[in-house]
Antibody, heavy 119, light 113 residues
Framework: QVQLVESGGGLVKPGGSLRLSCAASGFTFSDYSMSWIRQAPGTGLEWLSYIDSSESRIYYADSVKGRFTISRDNAKNSLYLQMNSLRAEDTAVYYC????????????WGQGTMVIVSS | DIVMTQSPDSLAVSLGERATINCKSSQSVLYSSNNKNYLGWYQQKPGQPPKLLIYWASTRESGVPDRFSGSGSGTDFTLTISSLQAEDVAVYYC?????????FGQGTKLEIK
């Protein structure tokens, strides 16, 4: 079935790095744009980054620009988020989401992976 | 950035009654060339990822019950649940995709009265 599965979360010290992965299955991953969205504990949703199907358009929220890098490998049906210079305020559940209807309409979500930034 | 503001922050409605959630954008999300509002609604139940309910402000996603409907245009939008069911208890978010710096509302928590 259609599925996104995130991995790579965990506990990291402030200033550290982490790489999240998102494995897609059940749909033609290479046809669709993808995004990373996060949710800090007890709060709402924050869109972080977008990449189109061919990696020709990439966008970031101001809160992560210069620290996070989105990428994808269509041959491996995978999406990535390299997170550097992590801060306590980056603690959140990180979701990957695909947009098959239109860029920015998030119709498939993964279950999320937790990132905790703490000393 | 386009700021999305939802009201109310929380809402308690009796089973079978109508629930209405409002969403206001800081600028219009209506694209004049195609007359489409770049606005979506999501439902998030505890411990689960969000689920797309509505896009283009009023188009129901496949499989979403018809008690859910979206309306509005420009800067003011509404999500209506016509007859609240117990399984509709959740937090609801609006989101604009007019600008690529996508933004969500703060969420509205819907409970049973």
């Amino acid at each position: 079935q259609v599925q996104l599965v995130e991995s790579g979360g965990g506990l990291v010290k402030p200033g550290g790095s982490l790489r999240l992965s998102c494995a897609a299955s059940g749909f033609t991953f290479s046809d669709y744009s993808m995004s990373w969205i996060r949710q800090a504990p007890g709060t709402g949703l924050e869109w972080l980054s977008y990449i189109d199907s061919s990696e020709s358009r990439i966008y970031y929220a101001d809160s992560v620009k210069g620290r996070f890098t989105i990428s994808r490998d269509n041959a491996k049906n995978s999406l990535y988020l390299q997170m550097n210079s992590l801060r306590a305020e980056d603690t959140a559940v990180y979701y990957c989401a695909s947009s098959s209807q239109w860029p920015g309409v998030f119709d498939i979500w993964g279950q999320g992976t937790m990132v905790i930034v703490s000393s | 950035d386009i700021v999305m503001t939802q009201s109310p922050d929380s809402l308690a409605v009796s089973l079978g009654e109508r629930a209405t959630i409002n969403c206001k954008s800081s600028q219009s999300v209506l694209y004049s060339s195609n007359n489409k509002n770049y606005l979506g609604w999501y439902q998030q139940k505890p411990g689960q990822p969000p689920k797309l309910l509505i896009y283009w402000a009023s188009t129901r996603e496949s499989g979403v019950p018809d008690r859910f409907s979206g309306s509005g245009s420009g800067t003011d939008f509404t999500l209506t649940i016509s007859s609240l069911q117990a399984e509709d208890v959740a937090v609801y978010y609006c989101q604009q995709y007019y600008r690529t710096l996508y933004t969500f509302g703060q969420g509205t928590k819907l409970e049973i009265k």
